[in-house]
């Protein structure tokens, strides 16, 4: 496959609750993202890493933190999950800046 | 930071007609403009870009132009067939890494 995978694919939690989504990559890529995709909004980025224990935020980082130790993981936590936080979420990596990314294949996130 | 519209939000064709989507951005520094197609469920692939010191790229049925001055890059898809039927997302970039993506536009071919 794309070499890409994110963990889990749909997941029901409760307002409160902390969640973490898992972004896995077999490609040793540099850059690694994580987008939210909301109807009317298209891709949102939430943060991004351009190298382990390097991270920055993006456009909707509020209530979202991001933790890079290898290479290959980059884990988004959502600290206290808000209804507003129900959405699909992508992880996306790329080798250079500026180059085309590859997205996994989603996590559906419904928050109650 | 950079702002990209995109337009129509829906577009129907026939199968074998052309179907154009647009998409202006506002930050001059963006000099890297990927488009993306996504199908229903499933995950968005990147099915061409261009960049700024190119004004023109064709790929088979879809080209991408992009017009510098007016801050504006569109994707023409030509012979449309069914499995062109998708949401399409165009994209810009700079140099600080971050793409901001519009808001997507569902083509759907007729058959």
């Known amino acids: 496959d794309a070499g890409i995978t994110q963990s889990p694919r749909h997941k029901v939690t409760e307002t409160g609750t902390p969640v973490t989504l898992r972004c896995h990559q077999t490609e040793n890529h540099r850059y690694m993202y994580w987008y939210r995709q909301d109807p009317g909004h298209g891709l949102r980025l939430i943060h991004y890493s351009y190298g382990v224990k390097d991270t920055d935020k993006g456009e909707v980082s509020d209530g979202y933190s991001v933790s890079r130790s290898k290479t290959e993981d980059f884990l988004l936590t959502l600290e206290s999950a808000t209804s507003s936080q129900t959405s699909v979420y992508f992880c996306?990596?790329?080798?250079?800046?500026?180059?085309?990314?590859?997205f996994g294949s989603g996590t559906r996130l419904t928050v109650v | 930071g950079e702002n990209v519209e995109q337009h129509p939000s829906t577009l129907s064709v026939q199968e074998g007609d052309s179907a154009v989507i647009k998409c202006t951005y506002s930050d001059s520094a963006s000099n890297y403009f990927p488009w993306y197609k996504q199908e229903l469920g499933k995950r968005p692939q990147l099915i061409i870009d261009?960049?700024?010191?190119?004004g023109e790229k064709k790929d088979q049925r879809i080209a991408v132009t992009l017009n510098k001055t007016a801050k504006h890059f569109s994707l023409h898809i030509t012979e449309t067939q069914p499995e062109d039927s998708a949401v399409y997302f165009c994209?810009?970039?700079?140099?600080?890494?971050?793409?901001?993506f519009g808001t997507g536009t569902s083509l759907t071919v007729i058959p």
């Open positions: 996306a990596i790329s080798d250079y800046s500026n180059y085309g990314y590859t």
């Open positions: 261009i960049r700024s010191n190119v």
């Open positions: 994209a810009a970039g700079n140099t600080g890494n971050q793409f901001y």
